[in-house]
């Protein structure tokens, strides 16, 4: 997965594009694909493995999702299953 910061570019229509919120301290908002597509924000927690600096992992409420940090620059983050 690859992602730009807001306002990076703009991008062609598109019916559904994720979107992550991370802030400093340790906050998490981010896009739900509805399947209604009545789209909203939901809210959780963000944090780097303690043991692994490049794996970052997501409290999604009913899930935990870790992933691996490709790349991270100011322009993008890329990221890969963990």
Same mark, same amino acid.
């Given at each position: 997965?690859?992602?730009?910061?807001?306002?990076?570019?703009?991008?062609?229509?598109?019916?559904?594009?994720?979107?992550?919120?991370?802030?400093?301290?340790?906050?998490?908002? $981010? @896009?739900?694909?509805?399947?209604v597509d009545a789209? #909203? *924000?939901?809210?959780?927690?963000? $944090? @780097?493995?303690?043991?692994?600096?490049?794996?970052? #992992? *997501?409290?999604m409420g009913e899930?935990?999702?870790?992933?691996?940090?490709?790349?991270?620059?100011?322009?993008?983050?890329?990221i890969s299953r963990?």
């Amino acid at each position: 997965r690859i992602f730009r910061p807001s306002g990076y570019k703009t991008f062609r229509p598109s019916r559904f594009r994720q979107e992550y919120v991370f802030y400093a301290d340790g906050k998490l908002k $981010w @896009l739900y694909l509805s399947p209604v597509d009545a789209h #909203h *924000f939901k809210f959780g927690k963000w $944090w @780097l493995d303690s043991e692994k600096a490049n794996i970052i #992992h *997501f409290d999604m409420g009913e899930r935990v999702e870790s992933w691996e940090i490709q790349e991270l620059t100011k322009d993008i983050l890329r990221i890969s299953r963990n």
